[in-house]
């Protein structure tokens, strides 16, 4: 637990003694950059820590050391495996140069963490703030450790909608292109440009909520048709369902509803306060609350969806700093909503943590706590490849968050 504390602690200190400050300069400057590198390092060391970690970690043992083997190794990968050539060349250099699944790891949290502190400077002064809610909100854990192929794309992709909406259209679809390379999930980035409403109203939230009670209400038919027509794709298929059990039951879907479009979207909503004189500020925060919206109606309301939100927790952390940042200071109006938006976003957190594994007894934090690193390769992390397969498995056809065609 130490490892955590020390950056829970430094995080809150610094946002603390520097997030008012709105120039990024001198000594601010410098500790971000060392908070950055502090996680970059925590992920890069880390030993067993992780769930889908336990799954690269065992497909790295089994990698060529045959240069002429590369080849094909890499066309099995992205047929077989659905790993694009870009994570596949990153494990074969890191296998070639250095044979250790460490080295995988220090590039993967490189870029992810480097592009997201990137993010968070360029849209808000919160940034210590922002980085907090980075590793309090499990979104650190995310994207260092669950879905590291993706966790690539996101950072790429973020830092190209934000080179996009300060006018280096270029950038964006360079950088968008380039996060292709690594998960296919990417290219739902490719609606950002297009994606734009107004403005941002709690009218535009109950629409919301509206159209993807609707989409839900006949997804059965529309994921019966798609699974039907894509049926010599099992791969798709299998996928499609492995992530339906949010939108399977009314259960389901008033679960994702209330996380996606009530508790985070009203904090997104109640972040815009206070910033109505910056034209530039509320320009950009159309843009991504539009996408936001967007791929949350579709993650509540259709099954499978709800993978493509990675994409939007850059922003969903910035505005949630906003939010939390100014949270005291811009209470003139509906105060009891914002006192239990705020409540709800630390019920998520609990709850992320707290998701328990029945056939192993454990709970989901097992997966990051305790920590182990480099130091600690004689500790027995058997326990969280049980968990692994377990939280891997698929789901019995018959089971409530589970559709049954």
């Known amino acids: 637990m130490l490892p955590y504390a020390i950056f829970i602690l430094l995080a809150l200190l610094l946002a603390i003694f520097f997030d008012r400050q709105e120039e990024y300069v001198g000594t601010k400057k410098l500790w971000y950059r060392i908070l950055c590198l502090y996680l970059i390092l925590l992920a890069g060391f ?182 039907h027509r894509l049926r010599g794709e099992s791969g798709l298929v299998a996928k499609i369902m492995t992530y339906s059990d949010q939108a399977s039951t009314i259960f389901g879907f008033l679960s994702s509803a209330l996380k996606y479009l009530v508790v985070t979207a009203g904090a997104l909503y109640f972040a815009q306060e206070g910033k109505e004189d910056d034209t530039d ?11 936001y919206l967007l791929l949350a109606i579709l993650g509540c309301g259709l099954s499978g969806f709800s993978r493509f939100l990675n994409y939007t927790v850059p922003f969903m952390l910035v505005m949630m700093a906003e939010f939390m940042g100014n949270y005291t200071r811009y209470l003139r109006y509906l105060a009891i909503s914002k006192t239990v938006i705020l409540a709800g976003i630390f019920g998520l957190m609990g709850m992320f943590y707290m998701h328990y594994l029945p056939q192993t007894g454990r709970h989901f934090y097992d997966f990051f706590v305790p920590y182990t690193s480099v130091m600690d390769e004689h500790v027995d992390n058997t326990y969280r490849e049980e968990m692994y397969l377990e939280a891997t498995a698929v789901q019995d056809a018959n089971a409530k968050n589970s559709r049954n065609f």
């Open 46 to 227: 880390r030993n067993g820590v992780g769930g889908d970690t336990q799954g690269y970690m065992e497909q790295f043992l089994y990698i060529p050391s045959n240069p002429a083997e590369y080849g094909s190794y890499i066309m099995d990968q992205l047929v077989y495996a659905s790993h694009m050539p870009g994570w596949t060349i990153i494990t074969l250099l890191a296998k070639r140069w250095f044979d250790s699944f460490y080295a995988v790891q220090l590039i993967e949290a490189a870029i992810v963490n480097t592009c997201l502190f990137y993010f968070f400077r360029k849209n808000t002064t919160h940034i210590f703030l922002c980085a907090l809610l980075f590793g309090l909100t499990g979104q650190f854990f995310n994207m260092n450790t669950e879905v590291m192929r993706e966790g690539i794309a996101v950072g790429l992709c973020c830092v190209g909608m934000h080179q996009y909406l300060q006018g280096n259209k270029k950038w964006f679809y360079i950088l968008a292109a380039s996060s292709l390379f690594f998960h296919i999930s990417a290219a739902v980035v490719f609606i950002f440009p297009f994606v734009r409403l107004k403005h941002i109203s709690i009218k535009t939230l109950v629409a919301a909520l509206l159209i993807s009670f609707a989409l839900w209400f006949g997804s059965d038919i529309l994921i019966e048709q798609l699974t």
């Open 281 to 291: 500020w509320q320009q950009r925060y159309v843009r991504y609350m539009s996408f």
